[in-house]
């Protein structure tokens, strides 16, 4: 179990403190004044704020303005209305006001993600805007809210700067307490996976978007906060508060200061102050300045001042070297299955699959698919590409709704529930194609799945560390998976069977009933590949478990059923046995029959060589997918290119046509070497590429799609189809 | 009646909107690109117009305008909008989001913040009466601008070879690359032809409207509830969103002129909470 000490858990807090302390005579040293040092304090409460949706959460808000702003007006408005010269309670009621307006503004824009929903809060801001500057009954129009009170605290005035600073100061303190408290929560820890994955973690059984919901409204009230602070700070409320530049002016300060830090948005703002004050005395074009800063920020160093401190102090005192390398890790062989994932008292049909079809647009997915998994089985599911196998696993486990038929987990129907309920009901999965927290460590991963099993997952307050039975589980499953001694590595550092066998943890750490594996074996090397079958053997002892995979005579030797699946349908089920016998799934596999032999390898007298494939190498991030490849094509020669899926044929294809580049080697063709040169010009030289799947243009007619191919053809001395000749070639094969 | 010639005064504040919507939706659907600038080159499009108008005329001043900035918009394209067809769409927000920050700053101090007026000749001048209503003639004109433009991207996009390439390169620009068609230059030209069309707004509206150094940033957020309404990649989808805003807004003048500004916005979340994807917009991954 990894704890950090107190000391190093709340290190942000003292360095606020010593900071706050030291700001006043730092900025009359400059020349400045208490009421800037308030300013700035003010503005990293709201940076802070905005950061935890940004940096945490993902969320990037361009409108974060608005909170600030309806913050402010609230604030003014309650004072002047109720408490003449309080000013504690207008900033509390001021906060239950922000709290209950993002709630419902959430609801509405958290709908979308990503550029849309940082769209959704620019036109927010626009609004907050145009109805604070029109409004002029409530909002006091272009001259704004003026005559607000700071009030006193006992025998305190706060008129006087220096006793708001501290007040100022103090509820920033507290501010960077709460926050440090939800980021260091099972609930901040959601927040970064919904950052990294937000898929995979809905599949981990988190309901994404009430977290979403809660860090909004969080974010949105602190910023409040500050908006209100500003107002009783300048005794005014104006509409600039709410404008979107400032809004945009306050993303440039997390930016600038860095947004993977809990600290980095105040150094922005102070940052942003300092510059606003210090510049403005020799050079009116401040925000031009500013704004080719936040510019280069955004460019060379995305990790704002803090990264750039980072990488300086790592060169000063630079980290142990550590190898993130697979070799690192210690393997116990034969582990039973931890005891906290025995599934209780299961028998009898498990999960039971009745006649589910669904329909993209025209193209019948899944059509009338039926299936069973019984307690203590391996349920295998094979089939062609294509056949349905993924999109039967995305029907069960929540990923879309059928058209029609049921799903019963348990006797009880999940056909149409959310993915995430559906994982509390004990059914979890594995992806086809590689889903994890690829920023996340290991550890960090897979505690993930087993904290997502309790209820404690929503607690906001209290510290990971207290809960010593998720972290002893954690150790558990990562030592069963064979992982210890590399759990501090992120996702995405592993190489591809490390990744393949993280998502499959991800899976089990879910506790599930059932277990939905998708070609977990697929892309494995040899050895790996006997290792993760064995796993799955010892899991499926006690927990069922659903697998599509492509090694037909490994799944075959293991499973106890089997279902065929082919365009949609399934074809036929039953024990391994009658699968390998019946003909029709030879068919399937082989071919009618097999064929006469009708070519054959022509060899050094077929004629000039066209094509060669020298070591060449290729990788997808880590994933080392095309090792020393090495191929001749001569011509006259058809060559085919055969192995299961993850082999790498396909990309080797993509290699070839120039859309994945090659790491090294080297690829001849027409006595030229083409690796790595760009996609359009291999395609000039002749090369075409009829992709796997369809690799036309939706939305286009036949013609237009054909006119596509011989536009670039005709530029050039190659071959040139007149439109004629490709209609005619394409309805013969059609 | 009245009503009626509220609904025409919106139709042209939605060509209007539509100028700039336009290009950006073509630069977000082909490029990924979220071009929070887009508003700048309105607005240099705008000064520009009412600078040369100083020397030349009006005429040549929105002919030469656009295509200065057009000029513009190759080395805006060139230099910093091709680093991040690839990367993450929230990048290039912010980026382009620090240069309309930029951009404000430089017209502030090559032209000053206070507001400049731009004048047209007095041909264009008066107004028309058909029927019962009283139209302004240059209203009118910007009317025939716009739709001429508008047919003109049409068929660029719907009958030219420029145009099945474009339209491919939204869908699977892999395969088009696959195909031996190099993107770049195409997308060099989506850039230009967008960030030309909203200098011709800024040039035809600025008699219009107030050319200030704010402008640029006061349209964007338009444009772009204009594109979330029509929804992405949709020619007819930010067509029709642009003329409804502008006829909503119109009409909300009329009744209740200090909420003109914002029956926008709220037009917008009416129509994201019954179709999330826009009225007419396509699911595209990488924006979700």
């Excluded at chain 1, 703002?269 to 955004?298: D, K, M, Q, Y």
């Excluded at chain 1, 991800?506 to 494995?524: M, N, T, Y």
């Excluded at chain 1, 596999?589 to 054959?600: A, F, I, K, L, Q």
């Excluded at chain 2, 926008?264 to 991954?285: A, S």
């Amino acid at each position: 179990m990894m704890t950090a000490r107190p000391h190093s858990k709340y290190r942000a807090l003292w360095i606020a403190a010593i900071a706050l302390a030291a700001l006043p005579p730092a900025m009359h040293v400059l020349g400045l004044t208490v009421n800037t040092a308030s300013m700035a304090v003010i503005l990293a409460i709201a940076t802070m704020g905005l950061n935890l949706s940004v940096g945490y959460t993902g969320l990037v808000s361009f409108g974060h303005g608005t909170w600030f702003g309806i913050g402010a007006y609230a604030a003014a408005l309650i004072q002047k209305h109720w408490f003449g010269e309080q000013i504690a309670l207008p900033i509390l009621l001021s906060m239950v006001v922000v709290a209950v307006l993002s709630t419902f503004v959430g609801i509405l824009i958290l709908r979308r993600r990503g550029v849309y929903f940082s769209l959704l809060t620019l036109a927010l801001a626009a609004l907050t805007y145009t109805v604070a500057f029109r409004w002029s009954e409530v909002t006091g129009g272009e001259d704004g809210l003026g005559g607000l009170k700071r009030g006193s605290i006992g025998p305190i005035n706060l008129d006087d700067a220096l006793a708001f600073y501290v007040v100022v100061a103090l509820i920033g303190i507290a501010v960077l307490y709460v926050l440090l408290r939800v980021v260091r929560s099972p609930f901040g820890h959601v927040l970064v996976a919904i950052r990294e994955n937000q898929l995979r973690a809905t599949f981990q059984g988190y309901p994404v978007e009430r977290y979403k919901l809660a860090v909004f409204v969080l974010s949105a009230v602190v910023t409040g906060v500050a908006g209100a602070l500003l107002g009783f700070q300048t005794y005014l409320v104006s509409a600039e508060g709410v404008s979107v530049p400032f809004s945009g002016e306050l993303l440039a300060m997390v930016v600038i200061g860095g947004m993977h830090n809990i600290l980095g948005p105040a150094v922005g703002a102070l940052f942003f102050i300092l510059f606003r004050e210090l510049f403005s005395i020799w050079s009116p074009n401040w925000l031009l300045w500013f704004g080719l800063i936040f510019v280069g920020f955004v460019l060379y160093s995305p990790s704002g001042l803090v990264g750039i401190w980072a990488t300086l102090s790592r060169r000063w005192w630079p980290l142990p070297e550590e190898a993130a390398a697979m070799s690192k890790r210690k393997i116990y062989e034969g582990l039973p299955l931890p005891a906290f994932l025995l599934p209780q008292g299961m028998q009898g049909t498990v999960l039971e699959v009745d006649g589910v079809s669904k329909h993209f647009g025209g193209i019948r997915a899944v059509s009338n698919a039926s299936l069973t998994v019984g307690a203590g089985e391996i349920h295998a599911l094979i089939g062609p590409n294509g056949a349905g196998k993924t999109t039967l696993f995305n029907l069960v486990s929540g990923l879309f709704p059928p058209d029609g038929g049921t799903v019963r987990l348990n006797g009880r129907e999940i056909q149409g529930v959310p993915s995430h309920r559906i994982c509390h009901r004990g059914l979890a999965r594995s992806f086809q194609i590689t889903n994890l927290f690829r920023g996340l460590s290991i550890y960090e991963n897979l505690r993930l799945s087993l904290q997502a099993q309790r209820p404690m997952r929503f607690n906001a307050w209290r510290d990971i560390d207290s809960y010593p039975d998720v972290h002893a589980e954690t150790a558990e499953l990562i030592r069963f998976l064979g992982l210890e001694g590399i759990e501090e590595i992120e996702g995405g550092e592993l190489s591809y069977g490390g990744q393949r066998l993280v998502d499959f943890g991800i899976a089990l750490g879910s506790k599930p009933q059932v277990l939905l594996l998708d070609e977990p074996l697929a892309g494995l090397a040899a050895a790996e590949r006997e290792r993760v079958s064995n796993l799955i053997k010892s899991v499926a002892a006690n927990i069922p478990v659903l697998i599509v995979e492509h090694d037909i005579d490994r799944v075959l030797g293991f499973s106890r059923r089997v279902t065929v699946m082919n365009q949609g349908e399934v074809l036929m089920a039953g024990a391994p046995d009658e699968v390998r016998a019946d003909r029709r799934v030879q068919e399937i596999y082989t071919g009618t029959g097999t064929p006469p032999v009708t070519s054959h390898v022509l060899g050094e007298a077929a004629g000039s060589q066209v094509l060669r494939f020298e070591r060449v190498n290729a990788f997808y991030g880590k994933s080392h997918i095309l090792n020393d490849a090495t191929l001749d094509v001569r011509e006259g020669e058809i060559v085919a290119l055969l192995g299961r899926n993850g082999a790498g044929k396909s990309t080797l294809l993509k290699t070839l046509a120039g859309l994945v580049p090659p790491a090294s080697g080297i690829i001849e063709y027409d006595g030229r070497n083409i690796a790595g040169m760009p996609a359009p010009d291999i395609a000039r030289m002749g090369i075409g590429y009829v992709p796997q799947g369809r690799g036309l243009f939706a939305g286009m007619t036949v013609a237009e799609n054909l006119a596509l191919g011989r536009l670039a053809r005709k530029t050039d001395a190659a071959m040139a189809w007149s439109g004629a000749r490709s209609r005619s070639l394409s309805t013969s094969r059609a | 009646m009245f009503l009626l010639e509220q609904v025409v005064n919106g139709l042209v504040l939605g060509g209007y909107y539509l100028l700039i919507a336009l290009g950006l939706s073509l630069i977000f659907s082909v490029g990924g690109v979220v071009n929070l600038a887009h508003g700048a080159f309105y607005a240099f499009g705008a000064y520009a117009s009412v600078e040369i108008t100083k020397y030349l005329g009006f005429g040549p001043a929105v002919v030469l305008s656009p295509l200065a900035v057009a000029l513009l918009g190759i080395l805006f394209e060139r230099f910093l909008l091709r680093r991040f067809y690839t990367a993450d769409p929230i990048l290039s927000l912010l980026v382009t989001f620090g240069l309309a920050m930029i951009a404000e700053q430089l017209i502030r101090i090559l032209w000053g913040a206070a507001p400049l007026s731009a004048t047209i000749p007095p041909s264009l001048k008066g107004s028309v009466i058909v029927g019962n209503f009283l139209f302004s003639r240059y209203r009118l004109l910007l009317l025939a601008v716009v739709a001429a433009v508008l047919a003109c991207v049409w068929l660029l996009l719907h009958k030219t070879s420029f145009g099945r390439v474009v339209r491919a390169g939204i869908q699977r620009p892999d395969m088009v690359a696959a195909l031996g068609i190099r993107l770049q230059p195409y997308m060099t030209a989506i850039v230009m032809l967008g960030v030309g069309m909203a200098a011709m707004g800024g040039a035809f509206f600025a008699p219009i409207t107030i050319v200030h150094p704010a402008m640029g940033a006061e349209i964007i957020t338009v444009a772009f509830v204009v594109v979330v309404i029509g929804g992405l990649g949709s020619f007819w989808g930010v067509v029709i969103a642009a003329l409804l805003v502008g006829v909503v807004r119109g009409i909300t003048i009329h009744f209740a002129p200090a909420a003109g500004e914002a029956s926008i916005y709220v037009l917008m979340f009416l129509v994201l909470l019954f179709r999330p994807r826009g009225l007419l917009g396509e699911r595209i991954e990488k924006f979700e």
